[in-house]
């Protein structure tokens, strides 16, 4: 799919800008602050719902202004889409779909498929497991609304459980509620360790290619998924029995202690765990192998590309590996940003200054 144009009104440091993308390479250009993040940020607003750098939607809003607004149109495979976001300055945000109001963010998922990379993501293979988990969710989501169900039925039934276990953890009738609520966690949670463990096989392949031609074939990266607690055989089984057998330790702690909400990929290079040992160029390769890789089983899923957008990633490759990169973009819409351009790679190029964009020049 490609995004055909993008407006935005009072966003961000934007008053009005307006842009229309090329099929393959868009790169963005200017000085530091100019905008350039900004203006992928709201493209992911419209696939995703939420900005990937704040939960405080109202800064989104530009200073001194009441709304903020947000148009995109997407060219699909047989359809032509427009996403409409309005965001107030209470931070409130409503979103249309070809002018049909969308009241959950379910609805809208699906709509525009992203990929989004930026340096932030390096946290991806060195922070905590929540990152990890935070990669399967977006991704999974994206390509499969019964993932995003099953993980939504998850969250609210575990958070529904803590609550319990917090509040009433001393009561003598709490093992008959957590008895529901397991069942629940046990059944949703199955449904997320299924689709996370074959995703990750699938993603290990893709991943694992485009980690060995940045490599240049010298490292192999391999990822597995990771549980909290071994689930052999039937997971929903397994996990059921794994929920009871903590119940003692969950209600001494007061919070529930295993499930997929514990769970982690595993990322070795070479055989070495790369959350305690890759170096940051290690990191940066593994945790784009990994984001190119959502790419390409997007694509296998759901038969069309999402559009990438890479957020400052050639500062800190030198030219030959910013050269191996966007011809590995090759093949799918591209919004890439950076201080300066000087490749010989074709794109069509803005220039942003000061929260306005130029109309963008074709650099063959
Ligand atoms: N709500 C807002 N109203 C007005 N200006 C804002 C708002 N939110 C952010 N800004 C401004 O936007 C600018 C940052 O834009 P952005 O992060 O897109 O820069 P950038 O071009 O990506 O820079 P860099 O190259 O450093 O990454 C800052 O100057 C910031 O003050
Ligand atoms: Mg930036």
């Not at 074939?217 to 997971?235: K, Q, W």
């Amino acid at each position: 799919m490609k995004i055909l144009s993008l407006q935005l009104n009072n966003f961000r440091n934007y008053a009005n800008a307006f842009v229309e993308f090329d099929d393959g390479l868009n790169v963005l250009c200017g000085k530091n602050a100019s905008g350039k993040t900004n203006m992928l940020e709201s493209v992911y607003l419209c696939s995703i719902f939420s900005s990937p750098r704040t939960s405080r939607d109202r800064e989104l809003v530009r200073l001194g202004q009441e709304t903020a607004q947000v148009r995109l149109v997407v060219q699909k495979l047989y359809r032509k889409h427009t996403i409409s976001l309005q965001i107030d300055s209470q931070g409130k945000k409503k979103v249309a779909v070809d002018g049909i109001p969308v009241n959950r963010a379910g609805e809208l998922l699906g709509v525009l498929g992203v990929v989004f990379f930026s340096p932030d993501e390096l946290k991806l293979v060195k922070d905590a497991p929540q990152e990890r988990r935070h990669f399967l969710d977006v991704g999974l989501s994206q390509q499969q609304k019964s993932y995003f169900i099953a993980l939504q039925r998850y969250n609210k039934t575990l958070k529904q459980k803590n609550n319990l276990l917090r509040e009433y953890r001393r009561s003598a009738h709490i093992d008959d509620m957590l008895d529901v609520w397991d069942d629940g966690l046990a059944r949703e949670g199955a449904i997320l360790v299924k689709k996370r463990t074959e995703y990750i096989a699938t993603l290990n392949k893709a991943a694992g290619r485009f980690h060995g031609i940045m490599s240049a074939e010298a490292e192999e990266l391999a990822l597995s998924y990771e549980t909290s607690v071994p689930l052999d055989g039937d997971i929903e089984s397994a996990l059921r029995e794994a929920l009871c057998a903590a119940r003692e330790k969950d209600k001494e702690l007061g919070y529930s202690t295993v499930g997929p909400h514990r769970d982690d990929i595993k990322i070795e290079i070479n055989g070495k765990d790369s959350r305690k040992f890759a170096s940051q160029g290690q990191q940066r390769t593994v945790a784009l192998a990994m984001k190119l890789g959502e790419v390409v089983i997007y694509k296998n899923e759901l038969g069309e590309p999402p559009v990438l957008l890479l957020d400052d990633v050639l500062s800190e490759l030198d030219l030959e590996r910013q050269r191996l990169l966007l011809k590995l973009t090759d093949g799918f819409q591209t919004v890439l940003t950076c201080t300066e351009y000087g490749l010989d790679v074709p794109a069509k190029v803005f220039e942003v200054q000061d929260g306005s964009v130029g109309e963008g020049k074709r650099k063959k």
